[in-house]
């Protein structure tokens, strides 16, 4: 939300930026938080958006373009909020940042697969010499620790083409997503 009377208990962000934060309203308790930056932060330049919750409701992940652990740059990276711990999963398995930023994040039912896009190649388990860099779904197995880009044919050859959209199923084991692939 970029509402600034929304969070009354918290201070007014307005540094011009436009900022939106993603936000958390239990249903039950009335209770609101914002979810999309450090604790005692008051307030960051960049927009937090595109949230999906697992059913539990315990994992959030969003969007932002706000730098929130260190080492993540000014770029759309993909988040991870679990038991009140903010991590940043559009990283590589070694933890380490990707030459591009990520998109459209999705976690599984189960909050055990978290989905996303980027035009990263550093996600790739292969030689990427030659491919278009196009935007690929990348999954992370939180379960495993492995990063896996998924938009590639059967014989292992990355898509030449966007896909977008990835949508995970309850345990992740099936994964949809728009393709412009040929």
Do not use: W
């Amino acid at each position: 939300t970029s509402a600034k009377n929304l969070l009354v208990s918290a201070p007014a962000c307005d540094n011009g930026a436009g900022n939106t934060v993603v936000a958390l309203r239990n249903m039950i308790s009335g209770s609101l938080q914002v979810m999309s930056q450090p604790r005692g932060v008051a307030c960051l330049s960049g927009s937090a958006t595109k949230p999906d919750m697992d059913y539990s409701g315990r994992k959030l992940v969003f969007q932002s373009s706000q730098p929130l652990t260190p080492g993540a740059t000014s770029r759309a990276e993909t988040y991870l909020v679990a038991a009140g711990v903010l991590n940043q999963v559009s990283v590589d398995t070694l933890g380490t940042q990707v030459d591009e930023g990520s998109d459209e994040p999705s976690i599984s039912g189960d909050g055990l697969q978290i989905a996303f896009t980027s035009r990263a190649l550093g996600y790739a388990l292969s030689d990427t010499t030659g491919e278009p860099q196009v935007r690929h779904v990348v999954v992370r197995d939180l379960r495993r620790d492995l990063v896996r880009r998924l938009s590639r044919n059967l014989n292992g050859v990355g898509a030449n083409g966007d896909s977008r959209r990835p949508s995970l199923s309850y345990t992740g084991d099936v994964i949809s997503f728009d393709s412009q692939a040929s």
